[in-house]
């Protein structure tokens, strides 16, 4: 039998806020109407978004649980304002066949609270091996966080050519690394900017944009000046952090990050290439470590925590009249479904019922105290950002007023 709802509110609709009455039929949006006066319905308070997607997280579950689980990942996620995560594959065993996927899909399932889809990882040798249900791939072109890079030739390669799901590229090329890795002692953020600088990102989207992959993104772009040679099929990442924050900040290790921040003058660009709508995807690389991986900036590990601010910091701009409504709709929201081939991101019929109430007048500091993630160290501590009020995920609320009010339901995405 199916499961019906009526809801009333404020809602994004075809451009901009609309007093509507939604239907959701089994946790799809079934009908659509202007609202009447007297009508029926649960009334959702605010303004209503469609549920924000982060297509690029890493939740270290399993292997690293240490940092972070799926079921702290997911949470700090719903309360952030995203209804739907893709958690990458570079766990401390790689996602890198059909046995690890099954064996990850296995211990996440019923453990998170938002919807999710799980990456593999394709590093050029594993193609015939990789999970057919997995509904995106990650590739390397340069060594990160527990991966080595790819092992193969790009543009003989044929998973490039014949593949149709979407491939995330870390778009840092693996011998221009090696070629610039000269200061082992790292004494401040610009010098791991010169360990990584923006040509090995150049470099690596100059081949990007000659593979024939009919869903290729370039990931966390961090000099938007590079993005000059991409083809136009060819999507464009981009995260908070590499556009409200640089090299010349005090952040210390929990600034440091692949690929590194940039000096304030690139940093400037990639935020206004962002206001211009020229971003397809807004992600947050969530990459959390525990404090000890970050005790020093020599050798500590890369990577900033971002899945519950991302929204949160794009929201208070909003407020602010300094980033323009649709340009966080549909980076945040829109773009990320249609890539992906979600039934999300928009208010619509057909799309899952994944609603963010926020009210504007609450803006504040953000206090790293609250956030939910195992180490909520964040250079973004003391931002202006506004927090949702109130999560739907396909219809069921999972935050209200601020606070957790469902267990983990969300459900996996595979193709």
Known sequence: MSEMQVFTGKFYYENGFQDLTIDVTD?????????????YGIPIEGAVFPGFVDVHVHFRDPGETEKEDFKSGSMSAAFGGTTTVFDMPNNSIPITDYKQYDRKKSIVHGRSYVDYG???LYDGTNRHMLANESPAFKVFMGESTNSNGFNGD????????????????????????????????????????????PECERKAMEILSKLKAKKK???????????GVLDSGTSKEMTPHHMLLDYSMPLGAYGKVNPPLRDP????KNFQAFLDGKVDILSSDHAPHTERD????THSKSGIIGVETRIPLMLALVQKKILPLDVLVNSGSKNPSLIYGLSKGQIKLGCHADFVSVKFSNLERLNEDRLHSKTPITPFNGFQVIFPDSVFVRGQEVISKRELVEEPRGEIIES
Not at 27 to 39: D, H
Not at 174 to 189: G, M, P, Q
Not at 217 to 227: K, M, P, Q, R
Not at 265 to 268: A, Q
């Open 118 to 120: 799980l990456y593999s």
């Open 217 to 227: 993104i370039a990931g966390h772009v961090s000099d938007w000046d590079n993005t």
């Open 294 to 297: 970050k005790e020093d900036l």
């Open 265 to 268: 003058l690139i940093t400037r």
């Open 154 to 197: 790009y543009l003989t390669d044929s998973f490039f050519q014949t593949m149709e799901k979407p491939i995330l590229f870390h778009t840092e090329l693996a011998s221009c690394l090696e070629a610039h890795r000269k200061k082992e002692e790292l004494n401040t953020l610009a010098d791991h900017d010169a360990n990584r600088p």
């Open 27 to 39: 946790g799809v949006i079934s009908k659509i109407r202007k609202f009447q006066k007297g009508e």
